[in-house]
Structures are given as C-alpha cells and as structure tokens.
C-alpha cells in the first residue's frame, strides 16, 4: 500500500504561482514513478506531468510544458508540482498519483496505469 497527501493548493490570481507537493508513505517511494493529474468542474481527469522513479526523467502535457514543472526528492518521499503562469482555465482538483505496478520505472499518461492516488487538493485561478 502507498499513501499519498497532497497540499500547496489555494487562490491565486492568474498569472500567478503555486507549488503543490505529495507526501508519499508505505512503500519505498524511489521505487515507483509519480503523477500529477487533475480534474476540473465537470470535466474527465487528465493527465498533467509524470517523473520517472529516479527524477531525471520527465513528461509534461502540452498545455503546461513550459510553464509547469515536476520533481520529486526521494530522500524526503515527495513529489513537487511547480505551476507558474496560472490560467483561469486550470481551476482543478490536483492530484498525485503513484505507478507502482503498471511502469514503476517509468509512469504513463494514462491515469489507468497508477495504482494509488491522493485526496488532492483544490486549485482557483481567478481571473
């Protein structure tokens, strides 16, 4: 079992900064790959970055390459999400993800392929 927390997540105005993190517990957290995904109103769950196990590794959708960043520090068993530039339109639930089993090495895109996920936590960009 992995256990995954979430947290950074707020109001910000857009164009704005945020930095979530997971805290990850239960397995040994260099093992497995890490996800960030999120959910909007009304809208299917969609994949957002993806490190591999080690972190040198990383996967952006294109709709935040560039302005998003993943990493991840195994020795603390967090993954990061740094946002900048924030849009309005990426008002969400973001969640973190663990792959475990599916591509532990390396994570997918596809939110099927990860075993556990976090409560998450909700993000507002005002406009």
């Known amino acids: 079992q992995v256990q995954l927390v979430e947290s950074g997540g707020g109001l910000v105005q857009a164009g704005g900064s945020l930095r979530l993190s997971c805290v990850a517990s239960?397995?040994?957290?260099?093992?497995?790959?890490m996800g960030w995904f999120r959910q909007a109103p009304g809208k299917g769950r969609e994949f957002v970055a993806r490190?591999?196990?080690?972190?040198?590794?990383?996967d952006y959708a294109d709709s935040v390459k560039g302005r998003f960043t993943i990493s991840r520090d195994n020795a603390k068993s967090t993954v990061y999400l740094q946002m900048n530039s924030l849009k309005p339109e990426e008002t969400a639930v973001y969640y973190c993800?663990?792959?475990?089993?599916?591509?532990?090495?390396?994570?997918?895109?596809?939110?099927?392929?990860?075993?556990?996920w976090g409560q998450g936590t909700q993000v507002t960009v005002s406009s």
């Open positions: 490190i591999n196990r080690s972190g040198d590794t990383t």
């Open positions: 993800a663990a792959d475990f089993r599916f591509s532990p090495a390396w994570g997918t895109r596809n939110l099927r392929s990860y075993d556990y």
């Open positions: 239960g397995r040994t957290f260099s093992s497995y790959a």
